[in-house]
């Protein structure tokens, strides 16, 4: 009889635990196996944090000028030489000031490469109604001496990820806001890497000598990339 009544105690007690077992699993909440959101597109963060920075207005720019007097110091005979040396290589080139650019154009960007014995580069970007582009110019001379003759002039489109990934890499800089030049502006050989800009009426410009890392320096070398031109960032030129 003892034996009987412990053998009844089990069986309840294993059915108890059963039913609670039982209903745990039932009131639990169920397993998340919904599939992530797709991500959504995000355009580049606004530049309103660092425009209208140093720029100026193109208004009140000499329109015959690449370089408007007093862009890169204070006194036009601390730039005369500079002016001119960049500006020797853009009429080469057959480009036109950038504070000229129509009005169509709503913003617009210009890398000058100058490499001291290397082709002079030029990769300018723009965006308008019409979508965004990038024209490739390069000169058969070399960047410290002479221009020589055009030998590249390409055009093409640019898709909204290529011009994104510009804006994103500019507004790292805070472009507008970098000074024209530096305290490391120049030196022997190297390269002089100038970065202009236009947008909404104003105008600016950075020239940097041989900048050897920097959010600067990885915009210009993204335009590079655009440029299609085979010029790999991680050769020993690439100043």
Same mark, same amino acid.
């Not at 036109?96 to 001291?116: G, H, I, K, N």
């Given at each position: ?11 309840i ?21 919904? &599939?992530?959101? %797709?991500a959504? /597109? !995000? #355009? ?21 000028s ?10 036009p ?16 080139m ?29 990769v300018?970007?723009w ?11 390069? &000169?058969?001379? %070399?960047?410290? /001496? !002479? #221009? ?23 507004n ?68």
């Amino acid at each position: 009889m003892k034996r009987l009544t412990f053998r009844l105690v089990i069986s309840i007690i294993t059915f108890a635990l059963g039913v609670v077992a039982t209903t745990f699993h039932l009131t639990r909440p169920a397993p998340d196996v919904s &599939l992530p959101c %797709a991500a959504k /597109y !995000e #355009p580049p963060p606004p530049l309103d944090a660092c425009f209208p920075g140093y720029s100026k207005e193109v208004s009140s720019l000499p329109a015959t000028s690449y370089f408007p007097t007093g862009a890169f110091y204070p006194k036009p005979e601390h730039e005369k030489f500079i002016v001119e040396w960049y500006s020797k290589h853009l009429k080469a080139m057959g480009e036109m000031p950038l504070s000229t650019q129509p009005d169509s154009v709503a913003e617009s960007y210009r890398f000058l490469w100058l490499r001291s014995f290397h082709h002079p580069v030029a990769v300018r970007v723009w965006r308008s109604s019409d979508g965004q582009f990038v024209n490739v110019k390069q &000169l058969s001379g %070399a960047g410290g /001496y !002479e #221009p020589g003759e055009l030998s590249t002039n390409e055009t093409r489109p640019l898709t909204n990820d290529e011009w994104d990934g510009f804006i994103r890499l500019l507004n790292q800089t805070c472009y507008w806001r970098l000074p024209a030049t530096d305290d490391n502006f120049e030196g022997n050989d190297g390269a002089q890497w100038i970065l202009e800009g236009r947008k909404e009426g104003r105008y600016h410009v950075v020239d940097r000598w041989s900048p050897a890392s920097g959010d600067f320096r990885e915009a210009s070398l993204y335009l590079l990339r655009l440029s299609n031109l085979g010029i790999d960032p991680s050769d020993k030129y690439v100043y």
